[in-house]
């Protein structure tokens, strides 16, 4: 159980960790990007859309994230070149690029994005070729009400580390 700024409790299945009245789910199974919007969409969630520095802070640390990870996020330009935009429709608020990223190399559609943690451990972003394969982080809004085998968490964020201010 998570605890949204209105005070309302929300849940999470079992395998998805809650932040921020959502949930997250990291999926180390590689998939081209279409296929791996699909399975999110399948779980009744999207590719994560990531809005501010806590929320990127809090997928790197508290979701399983690996330093050696590539995995695709929800950010694409595929309607339009250099004009991104996140697969759920939300607007683009932040972005946590690698240096020189986007790079749009020439003569290939780099038109998807992951998080390129094999040359970035902290998790910095760059476009990619939405048909190579890579793991997914899907996320979804957490529930009011728990289903079977939901998962609650009192303390949203500490799951996996010692919180400092508990």
């Known amino acids: 159980m998570i605890y ?6 929300s849940f999470c299945p079992s395998h998805w960790v809650p932040y921020g009245g959502n949930c997250y789910y990291l999926v180390r199974d590689k998939k081209m990007w279409r296929d791996a919007l699909a399975a999110c969409h399948r779980e009744g969630g999207d590719l994560a859309s990531i809005h501010n520095i806590e929320e990127q802070s809090f997928i790197i640390s508290q979701t399983g994230y690996l330093p050696t990870d590539v995995l695709w996020i929800g950010l694409n330009d595929q309607r339009n070149q250099l004009l991104f935009e996140w697969s759920d429709h ?15 190399v020439t003569n290939i559609q780099e038109d998807c994005v992951l998080i390129r943690g094999k040359v970035s451990p ?9 048909e190579k394969t890579y793991g997914y982080i899907c996320k979804k809004a957490a529930s009011i009400s728990p289903a079977a085998g939901a998962h609650t968490e009192d303390n949203p964020g500490c799951k996996l580390v010692r919180c400092p201010f508990l």
């Open 90 to 104: 939300s607007h683009v608020t932040f972005t946590q690029w690698l240096t020189g990223e986007p790079s749009h």
């Open 4 to 9: 949204t700024g209105n005070d309302q409790p």
């Open 122 to 130: 902290d998790g910095r972003w760059a476009d990619h070729t939405c």
